[in-house]
């Protein structure tokens, strides 16, 4: 353990260990105290994303999704199987090995770039000062470095009406990592996490309903998005109920009878549900519990979370702030970022991040993807704009794959044609939207994506005919054109 590090990261999840190798990769000297323990009480970096978030989620909706679609689909292309049965163990064996292989991977990554990685709790003392408990007792120290970057992440959010307990009530985490495959499921919350592992539990066969507060289905997505993707939801018997509103959630009985008795108003009704299992993820808040000694003049904000200026000062000097605890888009690719661009700003560059780019992405079946504005948005503001929109049902590759539902729809400036938001719903939409990103990143116009080659078959023929569309010239699609054609 060195005396003094140039920077010290409290926090290993992607905003902390990128900032950290970033650092590293800049010559700078570098610790990382993270706190994290696995099931096994190991040491585990990655923070939430590869321990309990981004990743376990993914190999679980992947592993549900081919047991779906064994069940409803393999049929249809000649294949036959006979009896299908599902071995959740062994589902959560394969989910374990993913995350333990990357969760190893920061580790080795450390190790090779020269970083020390400090297993225990971190608190920020006062300028310049940590101070370092580790693990299992050890003796705590005081750490002292020129740069200290805060990046201890977010937690569930806990509602006092539905208090978990770890077995009947459960967080995201706890959802992870049923070991059965819950007969009647309630999740309170229809946002990421609600229709992402609500999807993961109902393709195994749970009965699954969601009760969502708000009447709008995925506020944050485009109206037209977020509307299709309900009824897609809806078909595959996710029971999402809007406008819900819980007023209680209880357990009662006892062993194998135990259930959640939830409480809950929809409108003027009062209505009540009975399940197996309880999922509650209505959002997350940021992580600063234990984390700034009472000297420690670090401002939150209003909501808790760390209040930074444009270059990720905080309000004591020497300290920094990223990821999760800084609030905006609770995203892993957004604290990577800001992590990566932290580090370069410590080593005296001047690096860009662009809020506006950031791609948001819900892993569903269809996935729905979408970055930049929505055309709620974009109407609001009084921008005069365009739209182009085409179905999957009209791409080749789609329908080879058997996944037509959904769409592509891009937004444009009426007068530049400059893309202003591109909405997606259909398969692997996740990698499509990067596409998307990139044009925007270089403010690329309609007319420039419509210009450019796609290969065929490729579901991003999608995009493509969706920048043709913005101009009402698509080719696999008929379409009335409005306007005059241009010479
Ligand atoms: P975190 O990943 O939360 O890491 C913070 C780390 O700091 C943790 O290891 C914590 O133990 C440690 N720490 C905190 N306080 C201290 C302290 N005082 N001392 C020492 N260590 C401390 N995002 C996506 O972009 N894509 C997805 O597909 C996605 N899926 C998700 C699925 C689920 C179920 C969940 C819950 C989240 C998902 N997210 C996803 C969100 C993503 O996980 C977070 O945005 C991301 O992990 C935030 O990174 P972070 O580094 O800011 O914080
Ligand atoms: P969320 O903000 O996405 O959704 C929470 C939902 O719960 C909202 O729709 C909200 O209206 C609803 N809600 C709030 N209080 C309620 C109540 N009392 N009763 C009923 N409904 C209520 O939050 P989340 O799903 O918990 O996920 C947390 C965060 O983690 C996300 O915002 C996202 O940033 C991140 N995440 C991302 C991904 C991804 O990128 N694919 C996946 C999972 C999680």
Not at 20 to 42: H, N
Not at 448 to 462: C, F, M, N, V
């Amino acid at each position: 353990m060195s005396d003094k590090y140039d920077v010290l990261v409290i926090g290993g999840g992607p905003a902390g260990y990128v900032a950290a190798i970033r650092a590293a990769q800049l010559g700078m000297q570098v610790a990382c105290i993270d706190k994290w323990l696995d099931p096994d009480d190991k040491p585990s970096l990655g923070g939430t994303c590869l321990n309990v978030g981004c990743i376990p989620s993914k190999a679980l909706l992947e592993s549900s999704e081919i047991f779906h679609r064994a069940q409803h689909e393999y049929a249809e292309h000649g294949v036959e199987i006979g009896d299908l049965g599902i071995d959740v163990p062994r589902m959560q064996k394969r989910k374990a090995k993913i995350t333990g292989e990357l969760t190893g991977g920061i580790a080795s990554l450390f190790k090779a770039n020269g970083i020390e990685w400090l297993q225990g709790h971190g608190q920020v003392q006062d300028s310049g000062k940590v101070a370092f408990k580790p693990h299992k007792g050890g003796k705590k120290q005081t750490l002292e470095a020129d740069n200290i970057v805060i990046a201890s992440g977010s937690e569930p959010v806990a509602l006092d009406i539905a208090p978990f307990d770890g077995e009947y009530i459960v967080d995201s985490s706890g959802a992870l990592a049923f070991d059965e495959v819950p007969g009647r499921l309630g999740i309170i919350g229809a946002g990421y996490i609600g229709v992402e592992l609500g999807s993961v539990w109902s393709r195994l066969g749970s009965e699954t309903v969601l009760l969502e507060a708000v009447e709008d289905f995925l506020p944050i997505a485009d109206r037209q998005i977020a509307r299709e993707a309900l009824k897609q939801f809806r078909k595959q018997d996710l029971d999402i109920r809007l406008g819900a509103r819980v007023l209680s959630a209880k357990t009662k009985g006892r062993g194998k009878n135990k259930t959640v008795v939830v409480e809950y108003e929809e409108g003027q009704d009062k209505q009540t549900a009975e399940f197996d299992r309880l999922i509650v993820a209505v959002g997350r808040r940021p992580c600063t519990d234990g984390l700034l000694a009472s000297g420690a003049r670090v401002e939150l904000d209003d909501k808790g979370f760390i209040s930074v200026n444009d270059a990720f000062r905080t309000s004591l000097p020497g300290v920094y702030a990223i990821g999760d605890v800084i609030g905006g888009p609770m995203l892993a690719h957004k604290g990577m970022e800001e992590g990566s661009v932290l580090a370069e700003i410590l080593a005296g560059q001047k690096p860009h991040i662009n809020y506006l780019t950031v791609p948001s992405v819900v892993y569903t079946a269809p996935e729905i993807a979408w970055v930049g504005k929505t055309e709620e948005q974009v109407k609001s503001e009084g921008t005069p704009y365009r739209t182009g929109t085409i179905p999957f049902a009209a791409n080749g590759r789609a329908k080879a794959l058997g996944q037509q539902a959904g769409m592509v729809k891009l937004i444009a400036h009426e007068e530049t044609d400059e893309i202003l938001g591109a909405h997606m719903l259909g398969p692997f939409v996740s990698e499509l939207i990067q596409e998307m990103v990139v044009a925007m990143e270089f403010r690329a116009s309609s007319e420039d994506i419509a210009r450019i080659i796609h290969g065929h078959p490729t579901l991003s023929e999608t995009v493509h005919e969706a920048a043709l569309a913005v101009d009402e010239r698509p080719i696999h699609v008929a379409m009335r054109r409005r306007r005059k054609a241009k010479s």
